[in-house]
């Protein structure tokens, strides 16, 4: 009786690999794996699957590293390194609090602190229902409006802690009408 025991996955590996992707990132990674240099196009198939996903989860960091033929520890050291990539998944409302120095100087930190209180997270965690992410950063170009905290790609000024929560309520019925909720 001869009995042979398959031990060679690679085809399994890759269709799961492929079923981790949208097919047009499969398709600019196979283009990007023909080129001699093909590691050299790892940060820009990372910015492709963070901007499809949201954020780069361990299944697509593997996906990545079968398809583009790199170790997966180097995928995930390049994406643990460069601060833009996110590892976890971030809220429907990216809250980003300036803590430069004119907001700082002007009672940010206190704005921060509320919003922490409010949302339950600290910087760089999102709340359980997906709906906030809490981000410091250190300017938004926005001085002379100081405190300041941006939610998407809108800058609310003169911001002080009493404005926190209709702040956050008013997005949170924002989402409810986006649902078709209360």
Known sequence: MNTTIQTDNREEVRRK?????????????????????????LIGVLHRVQGHFGYLGREQLDAVAQLLQVPAAKVTGVATFYHFFRLEPRGRFVINVCLGTACYVKGAERVADRLKEELGVQFGETTSDGLFSLEGTRCLGACGLAPVVMIGDKVFGDMTPDQVPALLEKHAKMRDAEEGGP
Request: charged letters at 30%.
């Open 17 to 41: 690999s492929m079923e981790a992707l949208t097919p047009e990132i499969v398709q600019y990674i196979e283009q990007c794996a023909r080129d001699e240099k093909s590691q050299s196009h």
